[in-house]
């Protein structure tokens, strides 16, 4: 089942639905349309982005500018930000370090 949603539409499903639901769901969300969720009401990040799955939140990492990726590991604990990075890819993992070095 595809979702189609509008910008607050997905913001209002991605902070009040059921857990399960956005389990359910996610698969048919794309991760650049959260991402333009989180750029847009930057007051909702860490509630949005607590709610994801770990592989999903690498995957909007993933599409994120690199000022982005930082800004979104920050977000959680060194041990959430570990289990995030074991889902990045290891280009996306090679880009990271490379802006953590700079």
Same mark, same amino acid.
């Given at each position: 089942?595809?979702? /189609?949603m509008? =910008?607050?539409?997905?913001?209002? $499903?991605?902070?009040?639905? %059921? ?5 359910? /769901?996610?698969?048919?969300?794309? %991760?650049v ?16 982005? /607590?709610?994801?799955?770990?592989? $999903?939140?690498?995957?909007? *990492? ?6 982005? =990726? /930082?800004? *979104?590991?920050s977000?959680f604990?060194?041990? =959430?930000? =570990? ?8 280009d ?5 370090l490379?802006i953590?070095?700079?």
């Open positions: 089942m595809k979702l /189609y509008n =910008k607050e539409e997905l913001r209002r $499903f991605l902070l009040h639905a %059921p857990q399960d639901k956005i389990i359910k /769901y996610i698969e048919d969300i794309h %991760p349309d959260i991402l333009d969720v989180l750029r847009d009401n930057k007051d909702d990040i860490t509630d949005i982005l /607590y709610r994801l799955p770990e592989e $999903f939140i690498a995957s909007i *990492i993933d599409e994120a500018e690199n000022e982005e =990726k /930082y800004q *979104i590991l977000e604990s060194e041990n =959430k930000q =570990k289990n995030i990075i074991e889902e990045m890819s290891s996306e993992l090679t880009d990271l490379g953590l070095d700079e």
